[in-house]
């Protein structure tokens, strides 16, 4: 689950540790009419959750897309085995690769002779070098000639072409599964959040039987004090919340929301216009 522009679809909503999915990003366009692909910006993804620190993947770039220039991002084993079981959320990440060539500057007319060895020039682009006014654009133009603002006067030199140092374009979150096979002892498959409920109620009942003469605890591998009942039950509430949320969140549901579904009909094909149907 993910909010994603375009071409940004982001890992798989669930996966297991040790697995080594891969998935595909193709290029795309903002609504501003930037555009954005492997050839301008390289990519990386970031996951922060259950596991000890986070974890980053570095995607490469790829000419196979259906789109041209985009991305391919791959868990491989040693960041997959860090992946421990638990909620994660994810970033996509995008910075620019910068473009450096040989070129000079006459009024707002940029003339390239030597083109960049990596990286795009591109309408939207900074430029900077010797002599280069600071916030200098691209305006418009391709290949070698370009139009840039403001006008100036820059002699032949190496100058750098930068588009948007970093950008966040798209981010979710995701569920990682034990690896069954990994497993040498008693398994729980309980959440952290349903753990800490259970343990929240189960301190509920001792604190009350004994007259609140018992008062620290541990709730969900933490150590933990209280002075009345009251904090007991409100901790309670706080887990079934978080709980709820758990379940919503992997259910791609919304409790605000009725959810319905159909059954294929017995006999017949659904129309043309039908097909997106549940069943079809």
């Not at 570095?58 to 196979?64: E, G, K």
Request: hydrophobic residues 40%; glycine residues 12%; aromatic residues 10%.
């Amino acid at each position: 689950m993910g909010n994603s522009p375009g071409g940004i679809t982001g890992p798989p909503v669930r996966m297991r540790q040790n697995e080594t999915p891969y998935w595909q990003d193709v290029p795309f366009t903002d609504k501003f009419n930037n555009q954005y692909d492997s050839g301008t910006y390289t990519l990386t993804y970031y996951f922060a959750g259950a596991s000890a620190a986070p974890v980053s993947l570095a995607a490469v770039p790829s000419a196979v897309t259906t789109a041209g220039q985009g991305w391919i991002t791959t868990f491989d084993a040693a960041n997959s085995a860090k992946m421990v079981p638990g909620l994660y959320s994810w970033q996509a990440v995008l910075t620019g690769t910068p473009a450096i060539f040989t070129g000079s500057i006459s009024g707002t007319a940029l003339t390239v002779t030597v083109l960049p060895t990596a990286g795009t020039i591109a309408v939207g682009a900074v430029l900077t070098g010797a002599g280069i006014t600071a916030g200098t654009k691209i305006v418009s133009g391709a290949g070698t000639s370009w139009v840039v603002s403001p006008s100036q006067t820059v002699g032949s030199e190496q100058i750098t072409a930068m588009l948007a140092a970093r950008i966040v374009p798209s981010y979710g979150r995701m569920t990682v599964d034990p690896d069954f096979a990994a497993i040498t002892g008693q398994y729980d498959g309980r959440t952290v959040m349903q753990i800490g409920l259970a343990n929240a109620e189960a301190a509920l009942i001792v604190f009350q039987n004994s007259g609140g003469r018992v008062k620290h605890y541990e709730i969900a591998g933490r150590q933990m004090t209280f002075q009345d009942d009251k904090e007991i039950r409100d901790l309670c509430d706080w887990f079934r919340g978080r709980v709820e949320a758990e379940k919503q969140e992997q259910s791609g549901g919304d409790r605000r929301n009725i959810r319905i579904g159909f059954s294929p009909p017995s006999s017949g094909v659904p129309a043309a216009s039908s097909r997106n149907w549940p069943w079809w």
